[in-house]
């Protein structure tokens, strides 16, 4: 995954070469330049972000520390948290029938600066209360809203805290005593969206993780926005603290590292501030907590959804591939994982579940053929025989932006309740079964996993996929073949099974409708595998 930001380490630092090792750090750091020159940062706001459990107290804890800041504990009645809210007022004040805005003819603009005069001036008091000139502020959740607060507080210094997937969701899911009973509904459940909750699992922790990430990065590019790895700041807590005093314009000061003695507050209510009672001082000992607490499998898993750390748009990423899989991927722990996340992800959001060993298989595969390797929120990926599939709307939860294709009207009620939902960028149209109605060379990559219900002419849906991808992007095909523990072929007669050399055919061989030319793809043979497979699918590359 990328970060792109701003990086305020110096250039041949100590700080800077250490990343190099780091794909956390490089994630971070390794960015474009920021574009802004920030004007003097005295009194202007800081707002940290970070995903829940990125470590957002201990560095509010220790800003709270410093002789001129003064950051208290979390304000969910600031963003659109709670039923009254700050950002709810600025809505009901500049939008509807009965607003104040278009009724008394003051522009949403003027509404929104005497809204950053009631912010400023609560915090405000607070810092003076503190004996301090300037306030910080920070509620993981407000990464869900960073729009209103880059719009309410734009000349605002922003500090967004990362730490690693995986730690992150050893923290949220795995509790320890001190944390239990803090927060019963927060210990079952993750807030996706607003309003869109899911089950507190490890998968859902690293989709949010990713999710929030990448959103993040997107909407504060353009802002001050000071990026920092949580493994740093509790490792070299003096280096990393000193850098982002130098961003804020602060002289450092020792006393933050010993944020104790600051007395800070920290409610009974919140997570965060039970972490740093507990500790009470800075350390390293939840560093890396994932290797020991999740299995090798979940592990793979886990890190199939965070993402890599550097650039997979290059098709090279992929291990080009036309094979068959034959099942075999279900005894696979990994991808039984796989199939027990996206089944609940399909229940939270009334999808259908994956059934038998044969679509498990195949799409296992696929996800961790290369699927799980995209560049999610820089990828435009179209999905043929939609219906109510998890999948698309699992890549469109990750950052893509999503396609659907159907030939069925039937689902659009339920597309439009889960984009809604979502905050996806999906899209959708109706087409009959073998036809796109879509521009040539649109799409970074393709999805069809029901290859055999693509009408009586499947070299022709291969022929249309060929014409809506662009060169170098990938289709990942499927085809399930009806057998004991899937629907039965009979009992649904748009799931007919498609033998493995149609199959294979279909990919690989002439099609009429491609005017009798060998599709593209970047293998010399055909299909692959062992001779009665309960599954097929591929990945096959278009060539450039």
Known sequence: MNLPGHSSLPAGSPAQARTASDPVARAVFSARPHPLTPAPAKRTPILIFGVPRSGTTLLRTLLNGHPHIACGPEAPWLGNHTPHNVMALY??????????????????????ARVRELVDGLFTDFADRQGKTRWAHKTPDDCLFAP?????????????????????AASTTHLPPHRRGVSPWHEQNLVLE???????????AVLRWRRWNDRLSAELAGFACHRLVYGDLVRRPREVMAAVCAFLEEPFSPAMLQYSSANPILPRWEWGSADVRQADGITTSRLGRWKSEFTADEIRLLFSLSGPFGDPSN?????????????????????????EGLNGFARTFGLHEARGPAETGAAAWLWFGGLSSLDWPRTRILHWGAGLS?????????????TLVDSDPQWIPAWQSLRDRLRAAVDWQIAP?????????GFDAATCFSLAERGSDPGRAVAEL???????????????????????????????????????QALAQPSA?????????????????????????AVLIKRR
């Open 433 to 441: 079964a073998e036809t796109l109605p879509l521009p040539d060379a």
């Open 315 to 339: 098709p090279a990423a992929f291990a080009p591939a036309a094979e068959l899989t034959d099942g075999a991927q279900n005894a696979d722990p990994a991808a039984a994982g796989l199939m």
């Open 466 to 504: 060929l014409r809506v991808l662009k060169p170098g992007a990938p289709l990942f095909a499927a085809t399930a073949i009806g057998e004991t523990g899937d629907r039965p072929a009979a009992a649904d007669p748009r799931r007919r099974a498609l033998p493995p050399a149609a199959f294979g």
């Open 390 to 402: 998890p999948w698309p709307w699992l890549l469109a939860a990750l950052g893509a932006r999503v």
């Open 194 to 204: 607003p309003g869109c909750a899911v089950p507190n699992t490890p998968f859902n």
């Open 513 to 537: 409708a491609a005017g009798g030319l060998r599709p593209p793809w970047n293998t010399a043979g055909g299909i692959a595998g062992p001779p009665h497979p309960m599954a097929g699918a």
């Open 91 to 112: 809505d009901s004040l500049t939008a509807g029938e009965f607003a104040f805005s278009p009724n008394f003819r003051v522009p949403p603009e003027r509404v929104l």
């Open 148 to 168: 209103f607060f880059t719009r309410l507080f734009p000349d605002a210094r922003f500090l967004h805290l990362v730490r690693h997937p995986l730690d992150v």
